[in-house]
């Protein structure tokens, strides 16, 4: 458990700290627009353009948000397999969170399922009869927030309904960020939370939960993590801890925190600039992907301006609090590979270089048996401030690498967007929701989102 940083408001709010110039060095330079030990191309082209269907929907979807800054992000989308190969997509509506059923081609199977008083997308459990969903339900606390909860629907019933923060653990979700994970027997629930009384009053950190198939709660994760939290990625485990990561902005960067919460010894991936509203973009939405390898490696991707310098903040009295000077202004694409589910990374390798383009959206996913197919937005003539950034969109881009961080094809500009969560079917295919719509980053949102009521499947098979 680790102790918690004071914070006067939401951790969406930008905090108005400034960084102090320190003395890590970057260890690698940089050539032209990529890394040179990206290495490149490969000769056969494979094809990486997405087949889509559309899919109406029963409501409308607002389908953007409001970052920090106001930046605009997509909002969340869960896209998930059963073991049958049929699909399920949720998605929010003013209504409830409505969970749509695919066929594994990706087209509608039945009416939605509209999941009453809930709000956000958190993650999405597809099973054979059903589905599970991380979300946000109504709760009676000191702050007036919503609760982490866990709803089970079997057959077209809810069957359970598991609250995760409460009264008796003195703590409330007024925004998930989340993870939610099946190892096909228990659950696992990686989220944000927000103190409400005991030692972590008025702070936010995050929470890991187990719960059963039944909804029973389990042994194991932890109350208080990462303080605060900007960026959660999770891993279901056959045994032991689920693997996971999170962006801590009081040790400033991105760490394992496996079966640990973060405490001062969790393993660095990256040292980024992650005070609020500074590292906020570094996942989409701040949850992340996390790809495990046949040989048990881990991967994943995110939008990192680096450290050119990184030290201890002597200001911080807890001598657990870090200062990082960003190497860029704009994010660029990164990608860090772990050895094990509790080490930190055999290489970070950080893929793109352009200081005036912008890259969002950075995705990772399984491509085959020994590839990742790589994905992200990017954003020319970025204006940078208070770590965020707006430009032109130029394009959802994708690209192939290895395992280890080399690229196995060209860049390949597509029009199928990535809103969320990427389902990976047993034949491989990758599938996903995309919004039909071309976006905008040129200022940031203001005012209520538009909506859509149509959504493309996307699917791309190796």
Request: glycine share 12%; net charge positive.
């Amino acid at each position: 458990m680790t102790s918690a940083r004071p914070t006067t408001g939401h951790r969406r709010a930008r905090v108005a700290r400034k960084p102090v110039i320190a003395g890590l060095a970057a260890t690698a330079a940089l050539v032209g627009a990529w890394y040179a030990s990206a290495g490149a191309a490969t000769s056969t082209a494979p094809n990486l353009t997405p087949t889509t269907t559309t899919v109406t929907l029963s409501a409308k979807f607002p389908y953007l948000s409001a970052g920090y800054n106001s930046t605009r992000e997509w909002t969340r989308t869960a896209t998930a397999v059963a073991p049958n190969g049929t699909l399920r997509v949720a998605w929010p509506a003013s209504d409830g969170v409505h969970v749509t059923p695919l066929t594994s081609a990706g087209k509608r199977s039945g009416a939605d399922t509209v999941v009453k008083g809930t709000k956000e997308v958190g993650g999405l459990v597809a099973h054979n009869d059903g589905f599970a969903l991380l979300t946000r339900v109504a709760d009676t606390n000191k702050w007036k927030e919503t609760a982490a909860a866990i709803v089970r629907y079997t057959g077209g019933k809810q069957t359970f309904r598991t609250k995760l923060t409460g009264t008796a653990s003195n703590d409330t979700s007024p925004t998930l960020d989340g993870q939610l994970t099946w190892n096909g027997t228990k659950y696992g629930a990686y989220f944000v939370v927000h103190g409400a009384g005991g030692f972590a009053d008025g702070h936010f950190g995050d929470k890991l939960s187990y719960v059963s198939a039944k909804g029973a709660k389990l042994s194991g994760g932890w109350g208080w993590g990462c303080s605060h939290n900007e960026g959660i990625a999770l891993h279901a485990e056959k045994t032991g801890a689920f693997t996971s990561l999170c962006f801590d902005d009081w040790r400033s960067g991105l760490f394992v925190s496996t079966g640990i919460g973060a405490p001062d010894n969790a393993p660095v991936v990256q040292r980024e600039q992650c005070w609020a509203g500074y590292c906020g973009g570094t996942y989409p939405s701040r949850t992340g992907d996390l790809v495990k390898s046949s040989t048990g490696r881990y991967a994943t991707a995110f939008a990192s301006r680096g450290a050119a310098s990184a030290k201890k903040n002597p200001e911080d009295s807890s001598g657990r609090g870090w200062t990082v000077t960003p190497k860029s202004s704009t994010h660029q694409v990164a990608v860090a590979f772990l050895k094990n589910r509790n080490s930190g990374p055999g290489k970070a390798i950080r893929l793109s270089n352009n200081s005036g383009v912008e890259h969002v959206n950075v995705r990772l996913a399984p491509y085959g048996k020994d590839r990742l197919l790589l994905s992200w937005e990017s954003l020319k003539n970025a204006k940078c401030k208070d770590g965020t950034c707006t430009g032109t969109f130029t394009g959802t881009n994708v690209r192939l690498i290895d395992w280890n961080g080399k690229f196995q094809s060209a860049t390949k500009v597509v029009s199928a967007r990535i809103t969320g969560d990427i389902a990976v079917q047993k034949d491989g295919t990758l599938t996903w929701a995309s919004v039909p719509v071309t976006p905008s980053y040129a200022s940031p949102l203001s005012g209520a989102s538009p909506t859509t009521t149509t959504l493309r499947i996307a699917r791309l098979k190796p």
